[in-house]
């Protein structure tokens, strides 16, 4: 089956704009991610997902970054006039609704903000 | 807090040899550790997992090792093959729910 897509893939924009990024979990997975990894880093935690709901917002870094889910299926991270340090590859995950279930990654969208 | 440790960033290894990757993380109250492998221009997949209930899970060529009282993990790879190459993130609980918390990785290369 269809594994976690994303889109766009690449995406460049100018500081100050707004961005909408999406991610398409795999069907029947009710739990989804969103991580950032900067150039050099690891992968920070974003926001978490159990079905619609939101449980843990924890790791947005700031009050310009928000994220939905609809239809506990696709789910959009939207960052505000965006800034230059928001630059880094942005990988959504989803896994299955049950203990210790191994997430699956999307490819990521590259976010480039000049 | 959860925090996980990836002390090398790099590793060489010549084909054939063993990899040897490791992870120390510093919360022990949750149990469930994974590996993921990364390469350039793709998502994260899912390497292999151990449980707390074991010191040790081997799949194929992948081995995990768990010291519980060190909070270490290790993860070997024997033999090692080129396409091996890549970067091996290791994941540790946060607080008991979905959320894991993700070493900086170690970009592995083997080397022909």
């Known amino acids: 089956g269809a594994g976690v897509s994303q889109s766009p893939s690449n995406k460049v924009t100018e500081k100050g704009k707004d961005v909408e990024l999406r991610c398409d979990p795999i069907?029947?997975?009710?739990?989804l991610y969103w991580y950032r990894q900067s150039l050099g880093q690891g992968l920070e935690f974003l926001i978490y997902?159990?079905?619609?709901?939101?449980?843990?917002k924890s790791g947005l870094p700031s009050d310009r970054f928000s994220a939905e889910r609809t239809g506990g299926s696709v789910s959009t991270l939207t960052i505000q006039r965006t800034q230059q340090e928001d630059s880094a590859v942005y990988l959504c995950a989803s896994s299955l609704d049950r203990e210790r279930n191994e997430q699956f990654f999307g490819p990521g969208t590259r976010l480039t903000v000049l | 807090d959860q925090q996980v440790k990836q002390n090398s960033p790099s590793l060489s290894v010549q084909e054939g040899r063993i990899s040897i990757l490791n992870c120390d993380y510093t919360?022990?109250?949750?149990?469930?550790f994974l590996w993921y492998k990364k390469y350039p221009a793709e998502g994260p997949t899912f390497l292999i997992s151990?449980?707390?209930?074991?010191d040790k899970n081997e799949d194929g060529r992948f081995t995990v090792f768990l010291n519980k009282s060190a909070k270490h993990l290790s993860l070997h790879i024997v033999p090692s093959q080129p396409g091996d190459s890549a970067v091996y993130f290791c994941a540790a609980p946060s607080d008991g729910t979905y959320k894991y918390i993700f070493g900086t990785g170690t970009r592995l290369k083997v080397l022909a």
């Open positions: 919360n022990s109250m949750f149990d469930y």
């Open positions: 151990i449980s707390s209930i074991k």
């Open positions: 997902f159990q079905g619609n709901s939101a449980p843990d």
């Open positions: 069907s029947g997975h009710t739990a």
